[in-house]
């Protein structure tokens, strides 16, 4: 069984479903949030548009500690921006998957802030979590821009705005 190019498959379907979930995210309601708890809708998008860059770590690297590479969101101002770098996260993750072999998929992989571990993965559970996680946090913007009363692309079949099916 070739892993790699399963996961490769669904990397390719889920940036369909992706990028057509980003592209409708309006800059005027970047700042805006369902909850004070909640992120904003720019917060969210960025975040969704980096998570491609996380197979990159899983396949080349053996953890990340946020104690010496602290988190910076990408700045974003617009939807333009936010769909270029999306794209861009999207081929690094995209060419780093194709030319990983499956003998590292069992290998350990570490999040931690210094000594702090928040999680422990095999490099092939990681690469899993992160379309997981793609897939999460893509499902809370939905929820975002339906609050938004934007219209909603379908996932993995019509969503109640598409009237064609």
């Known amino acids: 069984m070739d892993i790699i190019k399963m996961f490769l498959e ?22 805006w949030q369902p909850h ?26 053996d953890e990340l500690d946020f104690g ?5 969101p990408k700045e974003l101002k617009t939807n333009t921006e936010l769909m270029a770098f999306f ?14 072999k499956e003998e590292i998929l069992p290998e350990p992989w570490v999040l931690r802030n210094g000594e702090q571990i928040y999680s ?5 559970s990681l690469i899993r979590h992160t379309l997981s996680q793609i897939i ?3 499902a809370q913007l939905g929820v ?4 938004l009363d934007i219209p ?8 109640a705005d598409d009237t064609n099916f």
């Open 10 to 31: 669904e990397f390719e379907q889920e940036a369909q479903t992706t990028r057509k979930m980003l592209a409708i995210v309006p800059t005027e309601k970047f700042d």
């Open 36 to 61: 004070p708890k909640s992120m904003t809708v720019k917060a969210l998008a960025s975040h969704i548009a980096e998570l491609p860059t996380w197979i990159t770590y899983a396949v080349t690297t």
């Open 68 to 72: 010496t590479e602290p988190y910076t």
């Open 87 to 100: 794209e861009t996260s999207l081929e690094d993750g995209r060419s780093h998957l194709a030319t990983a």
């Open 120 to 124: 422990t993965f095999t490099k092939g």
């Open 136 to 138: 999460h946090h893509r």
């Open 144 to 147: 975002f821009l339906r609050l």
């Open 152 to 159: 909603i692309p379908g996932s993995y079949g019509p969503s």
